[in-house]
């Protein structure tokens, strides 16, 4: 079935692998920075620390931070067009879609309120269903659609502000409140914290949106063009050669361990009679 779960045996490694690869290095991030009482401390300024903690953080910032999110979402791009192709040409596949990036939404909502503030999921779906209408499309404008969010991500310090960030004050008692509300609160305080809280995160998903949305199309087309198929195949190609070799491959070794064993006393003779100088 086209909306069945996919059978080990199908799955491409490369995908797995690169996806893996950007979990681990958004886990590196969130440990680092984001797992805090207060998510908003790591936007506060700070001086420069000398220490190995410092390099630490220094070294994940420069290496992993933003390359393992722009990963992962690159691979979610990836991931909605296989399962646009798996669906092939089912009337359901748009609904279907649609309903999974709704679940997606409601698990993000429900992780954003009862466990953990720095959610992503509700972004993911929300930009998941702004590509949605690009699967239908042809690859042209799959190309001129992500040239233009980049674009756009990447000249917004440069045009008039559109979305205003929180200011220092405001982070200041954003960790204050956090401090105070996580050490001595109820739940139920914790809760409405949180949700006071979401004012704040808006404008940062805001900004990231053009660029969530950007990599998710980049995915859509590196998938059409065959970038991942075409791996898999050579991959398979290469497996499918060594297995055809393999008779002609034990023939040649039995050959020559016969003749080895041919060999074997002539040489055992010629040592044996052999001065030792």
Known sequence: MANAPTDPSHRLGAIDA?????????????????????IFRQLL?????P???????????????????????????????????????????????????LALLLFGVIHLVLIWNGDILIEYALAGLVVLPFLFAPRWMVVVAAAVFLIFYVLQPTLPTLISFPNR??????????????ANGSFAEVLALRVQELPAF???HLYVFPRTVGLFLTGILCWRSGLFTEVAGRRRNLLARSRASRPSQAAWCWRGTRTR????PARWFWRRDTPPW
Do not use: H, M
């Open 45 to 49: 300024p700070s001086s420069p620390d």
């Open 18 to 38: 690169l996806r893996g690869l950007a979990l681990f290095g958004v886990l590196a991030i969130n440990l680092e920075t984001e797992f805090r009482v207060s």
């Open 202 to 204: 808006l404008p940062l």
């Open 261 to 264: 064993l041919r060999l074997w």
């Open 51 to 101: 220490t190995l903690n410092g390099v630490i953080d220094a070294a994940l910032a420069l290496f992993i931070d933003l390359k393992a999110f722009a990963l992962f979402s690159f691979l979610f791009g990836v991931g909605l067009a296989i399962q646009f192709d798996r669906l092939g040409t089912s009337a359901r596949r748009a609904r279907l879609l649609v309903r999974r990036l």
């Open 169 to 182: 004050y405001v982070l200041v008692a954003l960790v204050n409140a956090a401090n105070q509300t996580y």
